[in-house]
Each structure stands twice: as structure tokens, then as C-alpha cells.
């Protein structure tokens, strides 16, 4: 029977399995990717998600939500990073992990589907220890997950024609803390409640009501801006608990310009962005530049 569903994917696989055999031995090998394959399905089912297939030293699972697969991504990292859970005459080993949330095709007991290729794609670009997600996916987190996460890069997918956004969820308690200052957990001083993006008579308000809104030349964005150096998905303004962040997303990056004076360039990579000024995509903007977007925050 043939089913349409939408999922989170999730690929994790054993770190450089090939060199495990060859040093320590089929038997010794073996049963460490075999202690990493149970943690795996382990984790998968205490947060509700389903083991579709294991190929090798990887496993490929599916969650109702976001936030449970980052929840058992998270419990496969610890538990196999840990000593206690490897066990003492067991080989150290590392785990990658990429997930993507969207939409499949399930027939029987296998899944099929460009989100499916999109979710190995993040996992090809997650290092050992990393859990690595498409930003797309990061949107249908809750705002605490969502909280432990940053832009690390941009990628091509097989089959896609945009950019996919990378983002990597940090899942290590000493790791967390030290973002705190940065994606602001924290109000102090004043808070901003909107943000207003202009551009060429085009006003997209972002507030709590709505708390992201994409740039770029693809028509499918909150707001169209078309040029040669812009990317099809080129940045994001997004809401945080009270403070605005420009992620960029591009090829080309950003440049802002604050009223204050004060300039600034982002390139996958995010920024705080303050009081008022001028967003320019692949180049530097002047206030009277065609392809200028202003930006006016209100506390």
C-alpha cells in the first residue's frame, strides 16, 4: 500500500567504518558498528520515530516532528560519545547525523522521495559528532531547539535548482552555553516587537504573528528582489525572542548599512540587526540604490 506523508528523515552512519576493519579486525569492527546500530535504533524508538532500513554502517529512521528527531539525534551523539555506554574493550568510534523534514512516498517498508535524497545530503555534509540539518527543517522546530542551532554553510541537493541552507544543532551541554550570548536566550534592555522590510513600494512586516520572512530572486520569497548577484534564496530575517537576525544564505552575501553609520557584511553566517538601515544582496547598497531594501525596527 502506497502512502503520502510528511516526515523528518534522519541518516546517521559510523564514522570511517572502512579504516575500523582495517585495524582492528572484521570481528572487532563488526561489533563495534553493531553496538552504534543499536544505539541508533534505541534512540529512534524512545522518541517515537521508526527504523526504516539499516545499509551498512547507517541507519535511516523517520519522526512524527523535528523536534523528536532532534531529540533522538541528540541521545545517539551522548550515548556513543560516552565511555560508560561503549563499554571498556569497545573501539572509540564517532557518529554523523543529517536530518530534513518533508514530504514521502512509503511503500511497504521503504520511503521514497526528493526530501529522502535532501536529508543524505545532510548527512554527506555533516562531520564526525555533528548533527547537521537543512534550514528548511529548522523552521518546524520549537523555538527552544531552534534556539540551539547556527548557520554553518550553504549546499546544492541532486534535483534542486536553489541553495539549501545548512544548519548544525549543537547537542554538547558545554557547546550550548557558550552560544548563549550570541543568539540571544537572554532579553536585556529594550525589545523590539517588528520589524518592517521595504523595497520598491513592497512592505513585508515581521512580528509575532509572523517571524521570518526569506529574500531573493526566486518569486516564492516574502519579498522579490531580482539581480544578478542575488541567490534564488539569498537571506532570511528572522525573530528570536525579541531581537531580529539576518541569516544570509548566499553565494554572494550580504551587506548591511545601519543608519547609525555603521556597515557590516554577512556571508553564511547570521547578524543581529538594530534600529534602522539598508539590506544590500551581493553588493553594497546605497538608500537610493534600485536594489536597496530598508529595514526599520520599533520597539
Given at each position: 500500500m502506497v502512502k503520502d506523508l510528511e516526515v523528518a528523515i534522519l541518516f546517521a552512519d559510523v564514522v570511517g567504518s572502512t579504516q575500523l576493519y582495517d585495524e582492528f579486525g572484521d570481528t572487532k569492527a563488526s561489533e563495534t558498528v553493531a553496538l552504534c546500530l543499536d544505539v541508533m535504533k534505541d534512540a529512534t524508538h524512545q522518541f517515537n520515530g521508526t527504523v526504516i532500513k539499516t545499509i551498512g554502517d547507517e541507519v535511516m529512521s523517520t519522526f512524527p516532528t523535528v523536534d523528536e528527531a532532534m531529540f533522538a539525534a541528540g541521545m545517539m551523539q551522548k550515548r556513543l560519545s560516552s565511555d560508560e555506554a561503549r563499554g571498556e574493550d569497545t573501539i572509540p568510534v564517532s557518529i554523523r547525523i543529517g536530518c530534513h523534514f518533508g514530504p514521502v512516498v512509503q511503500e511497504q517498508n521503504d520511503i521514497f522521495g526528493a526530501a529522502v535524497h535532501t536529508a543524505n545530503r545532510m548527512t554527506s555534509q555533516a562531520k564526525a559528532r555533528q548533527i547537521i540539518i537543512s534550514g528548511t527543517t529548522v523552521e518546524r522546530m520549537s523555538d527552544e531547539i531552534r534556539g540551539q542551532t547556527r548557520q554553518i554553510d550553504v549546499a546544492t541537493v541532486r534535483g534542486r535548482l536553489d541553495e539549501v541552507a545548512l544548519f548544525e544543532l549543537i547537542w554538547q551541554p558545554?557547546?550550548?552555553?557558550?552560544?548563549?550570548?550570541?543568539?540571544?536566550?537572554?532579553n536585556k534592555g529594550k525589545v523590539a516587537t517588528r520589524m518592517t522590510l521595504s523595497f520598491r513600494g513592497a512592505n513585508v512586516v515581521i512580528d509575532d504573528k509572523k517571524k521570518n520572512a526569506n529574500i531573493g530572486r526566486a518569486d516564492d520569497n516574502d519579498l522579490v528582489v531580482k539581480g544578478n548577484l542575488i541567490s534564488r534564496i539569498h537571506a532570511k530575517i528572522e525573530m528570536r525572542r525579541g531581537k531580529f537576525f539576518l541569516v544570509d544564505?548566499?553565494?554572494?552575501?550580504?551587506?548591511?548599512?545601519?543608519?547609525?553609520?555603521?556597515?557590516?557584511?554577512?556571508?553564511?553566517?547570521?547578524?543581529?540587526?538594530?534600529?534602522?538601515?539598508?539590506?544590500?544582496?551581493?553588493?553594497?547598497?546605497?538608500?537610493?540604490?534600485?536594489?536597496?531594501?530598508?529595514?526599520?525596527?520599533?520597539?
Open positions: 558545554d557547546e550550548v552555553t557558550s552560544m548563549l550570548p550570541t543568539i540571544g536566550w537572554e544564505q548566499s553565494t554572494n552575501g550580504t551587506f548591511l548599512r545601519s543608519d547609525a553609520g555603521e556597515e557590516s557584511f554577512v556571508r553564511r553566517d547570521s547578524t543581529e540587526l538594530h534600529g534602522s538601515g539598508i539590506i544590500g544582496l551581493g553588493k553594497l547598497a546605497t538608500p537610493d540604490a534600485p536594489l536597496a531594501i530598508r529595514y526599520v525596527t520599533k520597539e
